[in-house]
């Protein structure tokens, strides 16, 4: 019998220098459909996924920026979903932080690859170009990736303060352990002062805009002018969105998908901990498989399901005992990890 599998696609922020030659090493460089990819950037006269990829030094001003960074991570992780071991997985339900709702969408076969790969690269050159704001992302969870009271005590004021003195401060995604703010220009330094600090949080994340938040609302006309609501279908396989609902098969209308797409997933806070934790109790996957680049998502993906409970997790020591002993999620990242997933390395 073969082992049910969800699925989580990266977002922004998941290729960094140590993933630079991402699809040459795991993938031979990604093959017919990378070069689909890069002949639609040589036509919107963008640098190509290969020369990207190929590429002698990471610059972060160039891997970085939405433009190039967010069809990047689309070929890394579009190369690793055709690549998991069909034999062994059934694929139950699909999810992705951010940006990977996007990917998810292909995954879940409610995008034909080229219509994902035109969504991927219109938002991401949009986001380059029209974005606004910033991200700020901070952390609620103890060593142990366990929630704490003090922190979420200290969220609620952060946030009332901001309201009360209209700093234009929200909340951009739920993060697992983590929360990631969304603000403008002259919040942005305001939350980095008044947040606790330690020694990694409060961290701003560059090259992104304030994306799921109000502040991105102007956008929404644009990125509807630039994707057809004719590119989606009605899927092939669960899809779980940033506000934790079910997008189930030939179940919904494709125009209720696009409006959420290009509307409320904009403007609206991206909970990726809700996201992940109604697919792995109400689909019960064996595994949990993170396609890569990067290893970024898995403490979130884990802290997330730490803090439900699902199947009796109680904290980083008890998920880090299970992962040595069997696996409960794998990075297509991590070597051996990924020769469990793909069957191969």
């Not at 974005?131 to 700020?136: A, K, L």
């Not at 609302?217 to 509807?224: K, L, Q, S």
């Not at 109604?278 to 898995?298: H, N």
């Amino acid at each position: 019998m073969k082992e049910k599998a969800l699925i989580i696609c990266p977002g922004r922020g998941t290729y960094n220098a140590a993933e630079l030659g991402y699809l040459q090493r795991f993938h031979g460089g990604g093959g017919a459909f990378v070069e689909r990819l890069d002949t639609l950037r040589r036509e919107a006269g963008q640098p190509t996924i290969t020369q990207l990829d190929s590429a002698e030094k990471f610059v972060p001003s160039r891997h970085l920026t939405g433009d190039n960074a967010s069809l990047l991570i689309y070929a890394c992780a579009m190369a690793d979903f055709a690549a998991i071991d069909r034999e062994r997985f059934d694929i139950v339900a699909v999810t992705g932080n951010s940006m990977g709702w996007y990917l998810a969408l292909v995954c879940a076969g409610i995008l034909e690859f080229d219509a994902g790969a035109r969504l991927v690269n219109n938002m991401g050159t949009l986001m380059h170009g029209r974005g606004t704001g910033g991200q700020i992302v901070w952390s609620l969870c103890d060593d142990d990736w366990r929630m704490t009271a003090a922190k979420e005590e200290k969220l609620r004021q952060i946030l009332a303060q901001a309201a009360d003195e209209d700093r234009g401060v929200h909340i951009s995604i739920r993060l697992g352990g983590m929360i990631v703010f969304a603000g403008n220009d002259a919040a942005l330094p305001w939350l980095m002062d008044n947040l606790p600090k330690d020694d990694r949080f409060p961290m701003r994340i560059n090259h992104h805009a304030a994306f799921h938040s109000p502040l991105l609302r102007d956008i929404i006309p644009i990125a509807r002018a630039q994707n057809s609501p004719a590119d989606f279908g009605s899927g092939a396989v669960a899809a779980i969105d940033g506000g934790g609902k079910i997008w189930v098969p030939k179940a919904f209308d494709p125009a209720a998908i696009y409006d959420y797409t290009l509307g409320a997933q904009i403007s609206q806070t991206y909970d990726f901990s809700r996201a992940v934790q109604v697919a792995a109790f109400e689909y019960m996957p064996d595994r949990v498989i993170l396609l890569g680049p990067g290893t970024t998502l898995g403490a979130p993906t884990a802290q997330a399901l730490i803090a439900s409970g699902w199947r009796g997790l109680t904290g980083k020591a008890d998920f880090l005992a299970r992962q040595n002993d069997d696996p409960i999620l794998l990075s297509c990242a991590i070597d051996a990890q990924r020769t469990i997933a793909l069957g191969r390395m």
